[in-house]
């Protein structure tokens, strides 16, 4: 019997699953804090960022806000996409592609939404989360205060001992201009971590610095 050829045979194709991470923040007991939620059965942490999969023809901010209400039980004072991920790096839904979205709780909210499980947590005290979800909330903090700064948001920055070094920031850095920084020095960590030469992926991360 003749054998097929390797080249004849149909591809398998298989859906790639998109999820959408959001890190919805609030200041709390002059701390920044993140709200976490119990992380699905099965999953190797106890807590994890909310998060879901977008709806048919939903814009990613739409669907953070989406998620982000659900659990303040209010709708966010500011949404902003900041970047994607789609790595070794684990989610705990297993999704393939994660879309990482900074959510600021509305002044006023005091508690999560009756029954949604969800709890605030200090960013300096925050349990163990699975490592996408640990990457959001690693670039939270700076890029919030950037961000509100910016954008003039009604909401107070949390990290006054740098205040000037945001403000400054906010004054030359488009949104976008501060988000390819965050990155670049969140890749020079990773590049570490996984055995780079440290002065390879510091000179690649000092010139997106310089570029913006």
């Known amino acids: ?117 969800a709890a605030w947590f200090p960013l300096d005290a925050v349990p163990p989360l699975a490592p996408r979800h640990r990457a959001l909330v690693d670039r939270a903090g700076f890029y919030r205060d950037v961000l509100i700064t910016t954008l003039r948001a009604p909401v107070p920055i949390v990290h006054t001992d740098v205040a000037q070094q945001s403000e400054a920031a906010a004054g030359k850095w488009s949104a976008e201009s501060t988000l390819r920084r965050l990155e670049a020095v969140l890749a020079c960590r990773d590049a570490i971590d996984q055995n780079v030469k440290p002065d390879i992926a510091v000179e690649a991360m000092m010139l997106t610095l310089w570029r913006g």
């Open 1 to 117: 019997m003749r054998e097929r050829s390797a080249s004849s045979a149909k591809p398998v194709s298989r859906r790639v699953t998109l999820a959408v991470d959001v890190a919805a923040l609030s200041p709390r007991n002059d701390a920044l804090a993140v709200l976490l939620v119990p992380a699905p059965a099965g999953a190797r942490e106890r807590w994890s960022l909310p998060w879901d999969g977008p709806r048919e023809g939903e814009r990613i901010e739409d669907a953070g806000a989406r998620i982000a209400c659900a659990f303040l039980g209010a709708s966010p004072a500011l949404v902003e996409q900041v970047g994607a991920a789609s790595d070794g790096r684990r989610h705990p839904g297993g999704a393939d592609v994660s879309i990482g979205v900074i959510a600021l709780s509305p002044l006023g909210v005091d508690a999560p939404a009756l029954g949604s499980g």
